[in-house]
């Protein structure tokens, strides 16, 4: 069982940066596949980026990519999602994911572990 808990998001002006944290437990932090994924009001929750197990892969969502980086570090079974340049189409509830095994997948069914979300909203 795995349990992520992000943190960080908040107000911030277009332009601005937010950087968003997940910590999830386990001691095999490692083995997991993490992605991040938003859910905008009356919209279908999203693909935002995602980072292997290793921090080697990462991949990233059109929309985002060039603005948004996703770190991991291992030894402190933290991941975090570096936020730049943000729009307001950015606004969103975001998602930390977890889903075992090396592949980075864009789905939501494809991840069995989440966070409860965290607000982002971003005014012009």
């Known amino acids: 069982q795995v349990q992520l808990v992000e943190s960080g998001g908040g107000l911030v002006q277009a332009g601005g940066s937010l950087r968003l944290s997940c910590a999830p437990s386990?001691?095999?932090?490692?083995?997991?596949?993490m992605g991040w994924f938003r859910q905008a009001p009356g919209k279908e929750r999203e693909f935002v980026t995602a980072?292997?197990?290793?921090?080697?892969?990462?991949d990233y969502a059109d929309s985002v990519k060039g603005r948004f980086t996703i770190s991991r570090d291992n030894a402190k079974n933290t991941v975090h999602l570096q936020m730049n340049s943000l729009k307001p189409e950015d606004t969103a509830v975001y998602y930390c994911a977890a889903r075992l095994g090396t592949r980075i997948v864009y789905t939501t069914q494809a991840y069995m572990y989440w966070g409860q979300g965290t607000q982002v909203t971003v005014f012009s």
């Open positions: 980072v292997t197990g290793s921090g080697i892969n990462t």
């Open positions: 386990g001691r095999t932090f490692s083995t997991y596949t």
